[in-house]
């Protein structure tokens, strides 16, 4: 059974599975989706088409599934889906996506989201992210595993954002980021690899050496951009036969080069 605060307010048909807990004043809307173990704070407000995984804690003054802020959403019945384990802390507000995307908002796996947080219509974020406070996401961004954005940082509609990448404080992105760099500014400058990134989550030397390898070819090397994606993928393949694993890395930022819809960061 769900455990419901007297003063919440929680909709006949929204679907609580066993142990949901509803703290004081939230408000839980008709076509909303809880998982086993999920532990909604007071005074939260989940609404609209919204999914919501297990064991995931949302903590107070946080509007999760409002109606995208978007002038051509007519009140088409699109999506906001969230997964297991996810910690989103004071006033984040999470919109559902629109008819003209893919039509739904998704947030994965075991992030980490700090308060005030936007995550705007149609944004795709992937799992073990970290958002600190004031993170800001414009509509269509999508956002890789393991990525983290420091307080302050804002990104363009339609921008990526690669696994496992370092956004500084207060950087403000108009493009593209590829796996694994670490950048700051505004405008947006690379800095390099994340290394202390890479070495907490196990990456070996020889991994981190080929992925260092990427970038100055990708950021040092002078080259142009279609030369650049030539020298990685002969990189990927001596990655191969030097570092376990390597190659994987190399051909992850060499892929994202091709799927970069605004140019990148460089």
């Known amino acids: 059974m769900a455990t419901i605060h007297p003063s919440a307010i929680v909709d006949p048909k929204a679907q609580l599975d066993e142990g949901v807990e509803i703290g004081p004043y939230s408000v839980i809307g008709p076509n909303v989706v809880i998982g086993a173990g999920t532990k909604v704070g007071p005074h939260v407000v989940i609404e609209g088409h919204t999914s919501i995984g297990k064991d995931n804690q949302f903590f107070q003054f946080s509007s999760i599934g409002a109606a995208p802020q978007d002038k051509k959403w007519k009140g088409e019945p699109t999506r906001l889906v969230i997964g297991d384990r996810n910690t989103i ?5 999470f919109n559902t996506g629109t008819a003209q995307d893919k039509g739904v908002t998704t947030l994965g796996n075991d992030n980490w989201i700090s308060a005030y947080v936007h995550l705007a219509h149609d944004c795709t974020v992937g799992s073990n992210t970290i958002f600190s406070n004031n ?14 954005m420091s307080g302050f940082a804002n990104v363009h509609q ?10 500084g404080m207060s950087t403000s992105l108009t493009q593209d980021v ?5 950048l700051n500014g505004n405008p947006a400058q690379a800095h390099g690899v994340n290394i202390e990134g890479l070495k907490r989550r196990g990456f070996t030397r020889e991994q ?4 260092r390898a990427a970038y100055k070819t990708l950021y040092r090397s002078g080259l142009t951009l279609e030369e650049a994606k030539a020298a990685l993928l002969a990189q990927e393949a001596e990655a191969d036969v030097v570092a376990s694993g390597g ?3 190399v051909r992850a930022m060499r ?6 819809s605004r140019g990148i960061v460089r």
């Open 178 to 182: 590829p796996p694994f760099v670490l």
């Open 135 to 148: 993170a800001q996401m414009a509509g269509h961004v999508e956002i890789g595993d393991w990525v983290i």
């Open 208 to 211: 981190i050496n080929a992925i």
């Open 158 to 167: 339609f921008c990526k954002i690669g696994a496992h990448a370092f956004v």
């Open 89 to 93: 802390r004071e006033f984040c507000t």
């Open 247 to 249: 190659d994987v890395h």
């Open 255 to 260: 892929e994202f080069l091709d799927t970069a």
